[in-house]
């Protein structure tokens, strides 16, 4: 089973800054098959990236997503107060099918 | 424009089986590579996936709660089902279905979730 494990647990930043959120596999992934999401509170997740790349429609640029094998990352420039939300990151189709990390509290 | 809503009972005894119902429109599960699945969120906790069932009625459960998980479709009516077999409080929950629009994509639309909870 893979394991994604995002870090760090908590990041508190300033306006205007810039977050980096890590998201490590338990074994090498497709990079066609990573994704990350971005849940408020009380809402559903939203999806920001898949591809480990590419912005899904609607997501501004200062979103963007990288990474390859087991180390994937998501960066949020310019931040904005309406950016606080938890992060997860997802693979979709190993096995099990799907997997999500356990998130990252993004507090500005 | 894609919708999904899922329903349900808010509360279920432990031992008792749960049915919820995702009810979607804006897609059709008939059109191939469409697949809707189901995750949960315990509360303050991380997203779990549960289940999916694709456009060819192909079916696919977690490890863990394999045992206890039934999806189905009935495509005439948009509506997706899933059923979880011997509850306990442990799986209190926000249940979610999602929509998946090809093979090897990634959830692009969500429900806005139902909260279940497992409580005599």
């Known amino acids: 089973e893979i394991v994604l494990t995002q870090s760090p647990g908590t990041l508190s930043l300033s306006p205007g800054e810039r977050a980096t959120l890590s998201c490590r596999a338990s074994e090498s992934l497709s990079s066609t098959f990573l994704a990350w999401y971005q849940q408020k509170p009380g809402q559903a997740p939203r999806l920001l990236i898949y591809?480990?790349?590419s912005r899904a429609t609607g997501i501004p640029d200062r979103f963007s997503g990288s990474g390859s094998g087991t180390d994937f990352t998501l960066t949020i420039s310019k931040l904005e107060p309406e950016d606080s939300a938890v992060y997860y990151c997802q693979q979709y189709g190993g096995s099990p099918m799907y997997t999500f990390g356990q998130g990252t509290k993004l507090e500005i | 424009q894609v919708t999904l809503r899922e329903s349900g009972p808010a509360l279920v005894k432990p031992t008792q089986t749960l049915t919820l119902t995702c009810t979607f429109s804006g897609f059709s599960l008939s059109t191939s590579g469409v697949s809707v699945s189901w995750i949960r969120q315990p509360p303050g906790k991380a997203l779990e996936w549960l289940a999916l069932i694709d456009w060819e009625d192909d079916k696919y459960y977690s490890t863990s709660l394999k045992t206890r998980l039934t999806i189905s479709k009935d495509t005439s009516k948009n509506r997706v089902v899933l059923t979880m077999t011997n509850m306990d409080p442990v799986d209190t929950a926000t249940y979610y279905c999602?929509?998946?629009?090809?093979?090897?994509?990634?959830?692009?639309?969500w429900g806005q979730g139902t909260l279940v909870t497992v409580s005599s």
């Open positions: 999602a929509r998946i629009r090809s093979v090897g994509a990634p959830f692009d639309y």
């Open positions: 591809a480990a790349s």
